[in-house]
């Protein structure tokens, strides 16, 4: 009786410990696949790193015009 509880211990462990495992791959696979699409979002669709729109008092760092809105695209780095 003693051996069968010790047994079935011992298996309970093992499948806790191959469900964890198992699990953290998993969890990586879905971490790197959520980077690509933030990142894939964050860039936009725009081609440079950004833009400038309208006229007002911020100076445009891409081409030093002074505008009222500049939208800079922000990349994620690995």
């Known amino acids: 009786m003693g051996n069968k509880i010790k047994l079935l211990g ?3 462990f093992l499948i806790v410990i191959i469900l964890g495992y198992s699990k ?3 969890s990586k696979d879905l971490d790197t696949l959520l980077l690509d699409n933030v990142e894939a979002l964050a860039a936009g669709e725009a081609e440079g790193d950004g833009e400038c729109i309208g006229s007002g008092s911020i100076v445009c760092p891409f081409d030093n015009i002074e505008v ?3 939208y800079i695209y922000y990349s ?3």
Request: proline share 0%.
């Open 10 to 12: 011992i298996v309970i």
């Open 76 to 78: 994620l780095s690995r």
């Open 24 to 26: 953290k791959q998993q």
């Open 68 to 70: 009222s809105h500049v």
